[in-house]
């Protein structure tokens, strides 16, 4: 398939996209923040430099976009142009996120995966029950929280 724009404007329209402050990441900052949590923002002492980092509960939270981490949902398709790049791409942003993870649980932190499909989609959820989940995960000794659009699995001890 051929792109539809032109090598310069394609540049251009990929280099805007961000990769901190996005909608999902703002929103629940300022919910969290306005419940009294307090955070340090993409730390870059900690593998992979997480999204928000409660250091007071050894907690930090990563807000993945489903397309860039190639999360199994409606959100992420595997592009039609340039193929093999794209599987490079998003198998090394996989690896890369889960020996970050690796790291992490090693030196004793907990971490929650907030993906881009729970903010956004046909499955998404409601603020209130996002907060809910998150703040009772924060305060309890489960290791791992993982929510999406399409599923809301907690494990860890």
């Known amino acids: 398939m051929i792109d539809i724009v032109d090598k310069k404007t394609r540049s251009r329209m990929m280099a805007a996209i961000k990769g901190k402050d996005t909608k999902g990441e703002l929103l629940i900052r300022k919910a969290l923040h306005k419940r009294g949590y307090r955070y340090r923002l993409h730390c870059k002492e900690l593998p992979g430099r997480p999204d928000l980092v409660f250091a007071k509960y050894n907690a930090v939270i990563f807000v993945n976009g489903c397309f860039w981490h190639g999360h199994n949902c409606d959100l992420f398709k595997w592009p039609k ?77």
């Open 81 to 157: 142009t340039r193929p093999e790049f794209w599987r490079k791409k998003i198998s090394g942003n996989r690896e890369r996120d889960a020996k970050n993870i690796r790291i992490l649980s090693e030196k004793g932190w907990r971490y929650c995966i907030l993906w881009e499909c729970i903010f956004r989609g046909a499955k998404k959820k409601s603020i209130e029950e996002l907060l809910k989940t998150i703040t009772a995960w924060l305060s309890s000794s489960k290791i791992k929280l993982e929510l999406s659009g399409y599923d809301i699995s907690n494990s860890g001890s």
